[in-house]
């Protein structure tokens, strides 16, 4: 077998150790939706019991949105910290030590009922935001360095798999039945401690990434052995050679802060197209659809909407398996294109169900079709491609700080969206979705025209396809361009 495409156990357990990290975020995110009405509940006791009468309304939505939009708050300061750690501490050593914040979490989450404080469940959400943000940023650039170049599309796919699979965990454990009760959801909210825990096992085991070994610490000895391990090989020259060419391209440039990043005319491309492909994940409206769905749902005369929203969840892990098979196949350019368009039909298909849905009784199943069909396009093209895409398009000096800005565009996108979805749907009533067509038909204007093909390129060959649109007056090329300075280009 081609060592290129070999898939060893080393390499397993390093990608599957890193995604407990995606996981969390999934899980995080999805959590707080199914216990709304329970922790509502539970504000309003400890409110009464605190100050003798029962809590306004105002004052009630308010806690609620507080405790649901700090986390994303929470999301953008750690994914602006994540340059801080992974070129001090390294991309492993950086997921370990996060960790600690997962645990002050789930302690803050966990007690804040004994306690009968709101307040220490805000700062729980607002700590596990901060450890999402963190996450955000080392897990696809962990699992992009150890990742061959021929699999490193299909393995940065588990990043967006762990995602949804702790989404879809979580929606399951929000049920009633489970821990979405009076009971138990302060064990829900302080699972997080387990995966944590199981982490903190593993990631000893899994090799430091050898493109920080060689290129950040210069230890090249160290590089090759766990080269050796990644690729279940002794030859691992070609791997060798790549890196090495990477570091003097990294010599020849100081090392790159964000403020840099924006200055320098050779990563204004790329760090455009890796910001505009964050929005697009979050600004097509696949948060809305799932803080939406549970409603319209019951709208289309679902007995238990609940287990539709589960569904959804279910067609959204399934997609994600498919497009971890097809993206070194198909690319990612053509997959985050397909993906758009067919969101954009999805969304229109929605409004025209959700428009008539009084009128004609059987459109209930159409606006259910329409979702599946959002959420499965979701997770063939924006989904996984905008996360691992920043690791290929920026070579190992700038990567950190650019890793640090499309995070951040990433969570501030998903706060507006978090915090102006519900007065949007209230002015605009089905038509919502119309917005968000607009959007994804311009994303998919801006993928066809500046993004280029980065699978089977080397890193270095993808970053100097830049050097040559970006700096010192070099002519201009097209995306096509880009797409043919693959493997034959000159380095």
């Known amino acids: ?71 994303s708050v929470g999301g953008i300061f750690g994914s602006f910290s994540v340059g801080l750690f992974v070129n001090r501490f390294g991309r492993r050593n950086s997921m370990l030590m996060a960790n600690v914040l997962a645990f002050i979490a789930a302690t803050l989450m966990g007690f804040s009922k004994m306690a009968s404080s709101w307040e220490m469940l805000i700062a729980g959400r607002f700590v596990v935001g901060l450890y999402s943000g963190l996450s955000t940023g080392f897990v696809p650039m962990y699992v992009g360095e150890v990742s061959p170049t021929a699999l490193r599309g299909a393995l940065g796919t588990f990043h967006q798999l762990g995602i949804v699979v702790g989404i879809l965990v979580a929606q ?51 590089a090759k052995a766990v080269l050796k391990k990644l690729r279940g090989t002794s030859d691992v020259s070609s791997d060798m050679q790549e890196m090495k060419e990477e570091s003097r391209q990294m010599m020849r440039e100081k090392k790159v802060t964000i403020f840099e990043l924006f200055r ?59 497009s971890l098979f097809v993206v070194e196949r198909a690319g990612r350019r053509s997959l985050h294109m397909l993906g758009l368009l067919g969101m954009a039909g999805s969304a229109v298909l929605m409004t025209i169900a959700l428009a008539l849905l009084e009128k004609v009784k059987w459109m209930s199943y159409v606006s259910i079709v329409a979702i599946f069909g959002f959420v499965a396009f979701f997770e063939i ?86 050097r040559q649109t970006g700096g010192g007056g070099a002519a201009k090329h097209s995306p096509e361009e880009l797409n043919s300075l693959g493997a034959d280009s000159q380095l």
């Open 1 to 71: 077998m081609d060592s290129g495409k070999q898939v060893t156990s080393t390499l397993m357990l390093s990608v599957g150790a890193a995604v407990i990290g995606s996981l969390q975020f999934g899980y995080n995110t999805g959590v707080i939706n199914a216990p709304q009405k329970v922790i509502e509940k539970y504000i309003n006791e400890t409110w009464l019991q605190r100050y003798q009468e029962p809590i306004s309304g105002g004052s009630l939505t308010a806690i609620w949105s507080v405790s649901v939009a700090i986390f």
């Open 264 to 322: 320098s005319p050779v990563y204004r491309q790329p760090l455009l197209i890796a910001v505009v492909l964050q929005l697009s994940q979050q600004l097509s409206g696949i948060n809305a659809v799932f803080y939406y769905s549970t409603r319209i749902f019951a709208k289309a005369g679902v007995q238990q909407p609940v287990y539709a929203t589960i569904g959804a969840g279910v067609v959204n892990t399934a997609f994600t398996v498919v």
């Open 172 to 222: 399951v454990f929000g049920m009633e039945a489970i821990m979405g009760n009076d009971d138990l959801w302060p064990l829900l909210l302080g699972f997080t401690f387990i995966p944590a825990v199981a982490q903190c096992i593993l990631l000893p085991f899994c090799p430091k990434s050898p493109r920080f070994l060689l290129i950040n610490k210069n230890e090249e000895n160290k």
């Open 381 to 466: 093209g924006p989904g996984p491609i905008p996360w691992f895409i920043v690791a290929e398009l920026f070579s190992q000096g700038p990567r950190p700080a650019a890793f640090a800005v499309a995070g951040f565009s990433n969570w501030t996108a998903n706060f507006i969206v978090g915090m102006g979805f519900q007065y949007v749907e209230d002015l605009c009533g089905p038509y919502v979705f119309i917005i968000f067509t607009i959007m994804l038909l311009g994303f998919f204007v801006f993928t066809f025209f500046k993004v280029p093909e980065t699978k089977g390129r080397t890193f270095d060959e993808i970053a100097t396809a830049f």
